[in-house]
T-cell receptor, first 112, second 114 residues
Framework: DSGVTQTPKHLITATGQRVTLRCSPR?????VYWYQQSLDQGLQFLIQ???????AKGNILERFSAQQFPDLHSELNLSSLELGDSALYFC???????????FGPGTRLTVL | AQSVTQPDIHITVSEGASLELRCNYS??????LFWYVQSPGQGLQLLLK??????LVQGIKGFEAEFKRSQSSFNLRKPSVHWSDAAEYFC????????????FGRGTSLIVHP
């Protein structure tokens, strides 16, 4: 158990819908990262937050957004969902940006 | 930009045999290097990491990896594989001089025969 929690574990929705994925980092970790894992793209970095502020951006679509709240939990919002958004979405956390990242168990999103 | 290549999509070994998973990276300076393991239905777990110093790195579960700058490689090894080692293994490279966001390889699936 990494100490990073993600909810929900599974999510099934329809095209055009909007969903919110939630992540609670390890106690004391200030940095949260979001990744998307799909068969065709592999594991892709989406975005990083550090103590509430956006720190780095990767291959995140404009339809996706994220935020980190004062209690350090983070949410990833996916809107106007397409079939191709079906993937595993992982959250990871670390104490500082340069530290090891600890991954949560992921949320499996299925868009029908 | 950094990149990682894991040349083997699948590797099959017998239980008790030795294992080497290959990883080649591309990065202009000294990289940060990682190996993660992902069991079915699980998140990624860090096996080991190299930031600097001794080029032979020991990790958890009996794994080790060797950083070879001349070959741009960071291969993962284990002397004797257990059935529970069957999983997906990911090599990753992070930029030591700037963003520490790792770039992951596509992974190698390890199959262990009894």
């Amino acid at each position: 158990d990494s100490g990073v929690t993600q909810t929900p574990k599974h999510l099934i929705t329809a095209t055009g819908q909007r969903v919110t994925l939630r992540c609670s980092p390890r106690s004391g970790d200030l940095s949260v990262y979001w990744y998307q894992q799909s068969l065709d793209q592999g594991l892709q970095f989406l975005i990083q937050y550090y103590n509430g502020e956006e720190r780095a951006k990767g291959n995140i679509l404009e339809r996706f957004s994220a935020q980190q709240f004062p209690d350090l939990h983070s949410e990833l919002n996916l809107s106007s969902l397409e079939l191709g958004d079906s993937a595993l979405y992982f959250c990871a956390s670390s104490t500082q940006s340069s530290d090891t990242q600890y991954f949560g168990p992921g949320t499996r999103l299925t868009v029908l | 930009a950094q990149s990682v290549t894991q040349p083997d999509i699948h590797i099959t070994v017998s239980e008790g045999a030795s294992l080497e998973l290959r990883c080649n990276y591309s990065y202009g300076a000294t990289p940060y290097l990682f190996w993660y393991v992902q069991s079915p239905g699980q998140g990624l777990q860090l096996l080991l990491k190299y930031f600097s110093g001794d080029t032979l790195v020991q990790g958890i579960k009996g794994f080790e990896a060797e950083f070879k700058r001349s070959q741009s490689s960071f291969n993962l090894r284990k002397p004797s594989v257990h059935w529970s080692d069957a999983a997906e293994y990911f090599c990753a490279v992070g930029a030591s001089g700037g963003s520490y966001i790792p770039t992951f390889g596509r992974g190698t699936s390890l199959i262990v025969h009894p």
